[in-house]
């Protein structure tokens, strides 16, 4: 065999390992939410919340974002300064509203997200004790309330590495009803809320484990026909 036919069987031999990868099968991956939290003693807020941006190997597609007032509780209060019990509610029982509001800002401004909660305590009508107080019964809860996940397909750029912030801003608009009699009622509250992000991405640009192995097997053929080329010139 000719030097010249060696050498062609040895660039052929390369050239399947190197040439014939196997065909890119396409994996959506989206990672886990990222979270971050807040709790406010009121029902009014503002915390801005620092993400991670997105560091996977692969080609971002999505970028998933939620808001959640993920807790809040409405109290009716009372002060009541006449040195006893008194009644109230006699022409109206008394009870408390709050109309509260989560918006999502920063430097994902395209999310626009906002969420609304209302909440009303239950009526009463009785007799309250001599100071500040919690109206018997005047206490409403709430379990959470969820904006999203909105999902963002374009203008990607900005959310591929560094960091990404969030502002959550907590607003209320609420008050009182009822006859209140010598008292005076009003409300208080606490929240708690969540922002999350997570990523979505194709990781078929990454080689695959056949492809690799393909190289592998040009790599064989070249030792080999490297070999048979010394027996011969032997």
Do not use: C
Not at 114 to 128: I, R
Not at 159 to 173: A, E, M, Q, W
């Amino acid at each position: 065999m000719s030097r010249m036919k060696l050498l062609v069987g040895t660039v052929l031999a390369l050239g399947v390992g190197l040439g014939m990868s196997a065909p890119a099968s396409a994996t959506i991956i989206t990672t886990a939410w990222q979270t971050q939290t807040a709790t406010y003693g009121t029902l009014t807020g503002s915390t801005a919340m620092t993400f991670n941006g997105f560091g996977a190997v692969g080609t971002l597609t999505a970028v998933n974002v939620q808001i959640i007032i993920n807790s809040e509780t409405l109290n009716n209060t009372y002060h009541n300064p006449t040195g006893g019990p008194t009644d109230i509610g006699g022409a109206a029982a008394v009870y408390a509203t709050a109309t509260t509001t989560l918006v999502g800002t920063g430097s994902i401004a395209a999310t626009g997200l906002s969420v609304t909660n209302v909440l009303a305590t239950p009526g009463y009508v009785g007799s309250v004790p001599n100071g500040d107080g919690t109206v018997p019964g005047g206490t409403a809860t709430a379990t959470a309330v969820t904006a999203g996940p909105q999902v963002i397909t374009t203008d990607l750029a900005p959310f591929i590495g560094g960091v990404n912030i969030v502002t959550l801003k907590l607003t209320n608009l609420g008050g009182v009803s009822g006859d209140s009699g010598l008292t005076t009622i009003g409300y208080s509250g606490s929240a708690g809320i969540t922002a999350e992000i997570s990523y979505t991405y194709d990781d078929s640009k990454v080689p695959e484990p056949a492809t690799l192995s393909l190289l592998g097997v040009g790599l064989i053929g070249l030792i080999g026909a490297r070999r048979k080329a010394k027996k011969i010139a032997g």
